[in-house]
């Protein structure tokens, strides 16, 4: 439940998670904002924190280049 223009709203909504980097997180922003139906649709970037070094390198080695264009 959500509150918006003034009234209160009990929509179905789903949660993305994507795993990237900082630095594409304007990007991925921007596409989000595109496509979304809603005004102002949440859009929250959460650092990692923990002692997983494998998993960092996986996501930095993850997206480097995409290997498909316009994913989202």
Known sequence: MYSWEGKV???PEYLLIIKSRTDLLQ???SEVIKLHP????????????GDSKK?????FESTKEP???NIL
Do not use: H, L, R, S
Request: proline fraction near 8%; charge should be negative.
């Open 38 to 49: 809603y005004d102002v649709p949440e859009i929250i970037g959460t650092p990692i924190f």
């Open 67 to 69: 290997t498909v264009k």
């Open 9 to 11: 709203n009990a929509d």
């Open 55 to 59: 998993y960092i390198d996986w996501v």
């Open 27 to 29: 990007e991925i922003a």
